[in-house]
DNA sequence: ACACTCGGGACACCCCGTTACT
DNA sequence: AGTAACGGGGTGTCCCGAGTGT
């Protein structure tokens, strides 16, 4: 149906409207009159889109999952090392969390989420398989040390970023979330690499945020 | 006077309904109607008592945060030393994260304050600096390297304490908080301890564990 | 409680305002802005005294069917012969049907109800207990015949009055009310009162109706 | 042309559909998303087929109007006597408010007119002038007596045969229609029929209804 | 031309957080 | 400490045309 070409673009200027919205005063301050005026869009047509407020937020928490997790593919089909991969990604995480106000947005809406409707999980699940994978393959290479519960490892690291990003948007609009991710992985990386690669592997967080941000 | 003795016991037991409330449905989804019929007050007197609703949540979290910083006064009474403290209090705040409900909507609270107020930041910055002392001590008796940053550590415990706590309400509704707060320090202890003890205190956060909570 | 006083009287207010648009609009097309604003009470103090417009309409119906039934108190306390109070009963209502706003709008409330509630049957029942009751009286003096069934009787008059004072409504707007209920009773007491009555009861319909109504 | 043909079997079907929705929910609740699922036409063609939601109730009123009075033309082609297709148009019609789904709506939707439309008078009429035709050529064959007034004898048994099946469904939902039926007749007989007549007359009304329902 | 997607406003009901008067 | 009243939106969703394709 190519009728929905103007539909499809409707529906995202909401969701990008809306996501605006929510992302600024969270997700009961934000009332659909708020997100009809920011979109342009009536509430009928509103309402043609999303089936309510509840859906339209889960939209935008979708709407993130994918334009994250994408992030994700990306690495893999670039073919980067595990130990690489896991910190790119962080990085670029972090980037979509400063600059991409679906993503922002969506993350807080992921948090908020058990005020609306059931926790949302699949998000963490994700990731911590994600994780999983880079650390299997870093073993596999001889970044990370054989014998570590990848499981264990990916279930602190995704937990251990989520509330780093939490507490730097608190205390600084996450303006030093750079900051806080690299020293995250100089605490955790002396749990994960083998002693005789220390020496080269110490450093890699920081050189990763560089290539991936910039001095920023 | 005895009338202000039952003044301050009706507050607390509007508190306490408040919490339970606050800490089931969210600030957004409670109504001041929800807490008057939870706690047997009219509206009138709940009013008396507390100028607003978010008034009312302010005060939630007040109570939570005096609660569980009140456990940190404790351990610096009983001299306890650094490292051991810091273990100790995150066990308890674990504990208290799982089975106090005042505690449990306050920290609901704390994150959902921002649709609702000014984003809380003291209660971090608060913990952030009872954790430095705890670190500070802890290298003055030897269980952490020098020169190390005890700032940046300590920046970087309070949001990964954070994050597992709400990454494991997420899950398992706090049911593995123990779990998770002990792979965490097992996951940032290899780069604080100094080699030379890393024998005797590897072991140390699931003997803590079992000291403050037990086999649970 | 002398204070509710005033509440009493605001409660009652509604009530008679809201009678007043059920009764001009039916339920579906009532809106609450319509009861608030013929009131002239806020919707406020509206949802205060009722909670829901179907607890409104509800109201308006215990109201109508207080006053109706009443009537059939009266009759009983004057001590009225059985096919006496029968008639009166029916040309007192009808004189309500017509020109008491609550019971107007309490009857047309009764039988939309099924679109907003469960179907009505208490008042049914009650008339027709009522009913029953002067029938059994009216067989004691010998005005009505013995060995009929005064259940059916009941169950077929009360269900016959509902619907002439229906169509008598849909095509006059009740303006020939009096007209009907009268020819009911001049169809319907053939067959209840004894051939050797006849002659003195056949006219009973039209000199109640003047004694209760006048010429009108 | 062909192209109609399918339009006319849409409108069929919207307009069954309709008919059960409206039977089931009434006029105010029944949406006309409610009626596009359930006849499984978007809501843009239902507004092809029919101007508004009240035209859509219009026309099932008026379908249920064609059936019923159907029933009557057949009568009059097999050449009933008047009495006898009194009594059978009642039997027969009952059944319909019994088993028939556009007939249950149209006769609801008829009496919830007056909330969104003018009340509707005609199939009140067409009825009286039916049974007054009946009553008439029952008069010519001795069945009723002379000199009574038919239109007033019409003007009662239409109302009363509404209220019966009004009440039936209030109490029972028609479950207790047919014996409703014969009671009101076996009450309305004696005011009609002549003394010499009573005897094989009586029991007319029960042998009509088995003749046309059964035991049922 | 028929059919339908898409979008448009308009309220309706609910009820919420709050104040005035006892 | 409490009863009564207050307005103000919030969400849902309803009924209905423009616009678009088949």
């Given at each position: 149906m190519a009728r929905q070409a103007r539909a499809v673009e409707t529906r995202a200027g909401i969701l990008g409207s809306a996501a605006a919205v929510f992302q600024r005063k969270g997700y009961g301050a934000t009332s659909l009159a708020d997100v009809s005026a920011a979109s342009g869009v009536t509430k009928g047509a509103l309402y043609f889109?999303?089936?309510s407020k509840e859906a339209l937020a889960l939209a935008v928490i979708d709407a993130q999952h994918h334009r994250s997790i994408s992030l994700g593919r990306a690495l893999v089909e670039q073919d980067e090392s595990g130990l690489r991969a896991a910190l790119l990604m962080s990085f670029r995480l972090a980037r979509q969390l400063?600059?991409?106000?679906?993503?922002?947005?969506?993350?807080?809406?992921?948090m908020e989420a058990s005020s609306f409707s059931a926790p949302v999980r699949e998000p963490y699940l994700d990731w911590m398989a994600a994780f999983e994978g880079y650390l299997r393959s870093a073993i596999a290479v001889g970044d990370v040390r054989e014998g570590i519960d990848v499981g264990a490892v990916a279930h602190f690291i995704i937990p251990a970023f989520t509330g780093v990003q939490l507490v730097s948007e608190a205390l600084t609009g996450r303006a030093d979330i750079y900051d806080r991710v690299t020293e995250l992985w100089q605490f955790l990386l002396p749990a994960l690499v083998p002693g005789e690669r220390w020496a080269q592997l110490?450093?890699?967080?920081?050189?990763?945020?560089?290539?991936?941000i910039g001095a920023d």
């Open positions: 889109h999303f089936d400063r600059d991409d106000t679906v993503v922002r947005a969506g993350i807080r809406l992921t110490s450093g890699l967080p920081t050189r990763i945020r560089h290539e991936v």
